[in-house]
Every structure is written in structure tokens, then in C-alpha cells.
């Protein structure tokens, strides 16, 4: 059975082995993220990722993964990353999963940039003047 992703809130499925979950980039998990694996950059947090280093997925699974709570989020890793589950073979489930969610937070906030506040609104029906987009 494959785990539902909210695609509205940057979430991926993710199937590693027997386990099904999913996965979903925010800034505050990629901070955690970052901090695990000792990644300076963004291109560096990717790389690593999308390369299948085992340390990098493992910390990612541990940082990214969706549950209703930390312990919930250390369970499901727990099972994901069972010596009996995840393997090499699960490379290609991985970077689809994970590219889907990257792309789904870049793509978030880069819309957060393009629509206008509710003040901007206010302010532009009041005064007349067109809300300023980001470009």
C-alpha cells in the first residue's frame, strides 16, 4: 500500500523496501537536515540526496519523513531503516520521491512570491495602485 502525499503541501510518497511513507520538504526540516549532515548549502543537501549517500538519506528519513508527532517521525524511520528493508535497490523510489518534494517547496515559495498579501489587496483597492509582485 503506497502512503498519500498532499502534493498542495510539498509532500512526496515514498516507497523504501517494505514501507511506504511520505516525505515533505520545509525550511525548518531542512534546517535539521543541514545541521545533521554537516551540509553547508542547498546544492550540497541535493547532491547528497539525489546521489543516495546513506548517511544524507538516513538523516533525511529521520528530518523529512511525515508523522504526528518526533516520536512518530523516529518510529517510522526505525522501520524504514531496518538492516532488513532499505538497500541500494531502493535508489530510484528514492530520488523520485525526494526530487517530487524538493521541487513542491521550491515551487511554493517561489508562488508565495507571485500573489499579493490581503493588505496589498486592501491597500490596492483603496488607493487604486496595483500590488507590487516579486519578479
Known sequence: MSAFA???RGEAAVT???ESFVVAV???GLMR???AIGARTM???YQRLL???PFAVSCAIRCLAVADSDEGRAALAARVLS???ISAA???NWRIGIEHALTAHIEAGNALRETSSPLEDVEAAVTGKKPQTAS
Open 43 to 45: 546544492d550540497e543537501i
Open 90 to 92: 531502493d535508489q530510484a
Open 33 to 35: 537536515l543541514s545541521q
Open 16 to 18: 523504501i523496501g517494505s
Open 6 to 8: 498532499n502534493e498542495l
Open 83 to 85: 538492516g532488513k528493508n
Open 51 to 53: 546521489g543516495f549517500e
Open 26 to 28: 520545509t525550511f525548518a
